[in-house]
T-cell receptor, first 110, second 114 residues
Framework: SQKIEQNSEALNIQEGKTATLTCNYT??????LQWYRQDPGRGPVFLLL?????KEKRKERLKVTFDTTLKQSLFHITASQPADSATYLC?????????FGSGTKLNVKP | NAGVMQNPRHLVRRRGQEARLRCSPM?????VYWYRQLPEEGLKFMVY????????ESGMPKERFSAEFPKEGPSILRIQQVVRGDSAAYFC????????????FGNGTRLTVT
């Protein structure tokens, strides 16, 4: 069955630096990959989607890469702010079946 | 412009009771998904429904769990004869179509079985 791995250890960075989160997957060939943000006690909120034929996608301070050969996606937040502190989930899908990783908690310190 | 509404936010049930979780999708969305989340774990897919149809229930236990999305009214996730292992956060999400659209999530129902 498919396996999605995100670093379970929290990522602690200083405000202003770039945060880079990793999503690796096996036994799956997704048509696209999505990243979500989840705050404590809340549902996930969609951030970005990247398709299998796209290498990179940007939105404001966010950048996502998708390497189908390495089976890996990298999620970058540039000029990070304390308000970016949250858990970030990657999700892989084909049509309407979405599989989520367990998320990486990001702590941005002022 | 209401988002996905789930209720109740918190639900406490004793072992053996029934739990009913409700989800009203965003306006104009006809696709509903239910996910389950345990602490420090990811979202586990349970079931995908369209109006009056179950499209994919491969993630839902065969016994005690059922889901519906009637023509009128919210989607319901029903857990019969709850056990302690059912304690989790249950999230509902909706999307307008099946073309890889992003999911819009509610804030979940936290079920505690005592």
């Amino acid at each position: 069955s498919q396996k999605i791995e995100q670093n379970s250890e929290a990522l602690n960075i200083q405000e202003g630096k770039t945060a880079t989160l990793t999503c690796n997957y096996t036994n799956y060939s997704p048509a696209y990959l999505q990243w979500y943000r989840q705050d404590p006690g809340r549902g996930p909120v969609f951030l970005l989607l990247i398709r299998e034929n796209e290498k990179e996608k940007r939105k404001e301070r966010l950048k996502v890469t998708f390497d189908t050969t390495l089976k890996q996606s990298l999620f970058h937040i540039t000029a990070s702010q304390p308000a970016d502190s949250a858990t970030y989930l990657c999700a892989l899908g084909n049509f309407n079946k979405f599989y989520f990783g367990s998320g990486t908690k990001l702590n941005v310190k002022p | 412009n209401a988002g996905v509404m789930q209720n109740p936010r918190h639900l406490v049930r004793r072992r053996g009771q029934e739990a009913r979780l409700r989800c009203s999708p965003m306006k104009g969305h006809s696709h509903v998904y239910w996910y389950r989340q345990l602490p420090e774990e990811g979202l586990k897919f349970m079931v995908y429904l369209q109006k009056e149809n179950i499209i994919d229930e491969s993630g839902m236990p065969k016994e005690r769990f059922s889901a519906e999305f009637p023509k009128e009214g919210p989607s319901i996730l029903r857990i019969q004869q709850v056990v302690r292992g059912d304690s989790a956060a249950y999230f509902c999400a909706s999307s307008p179509s099946r073309d890889n659209s992003p999911l819009h999530f509610g804030n979940g129902t936290r079920l505690t079985v005592t």
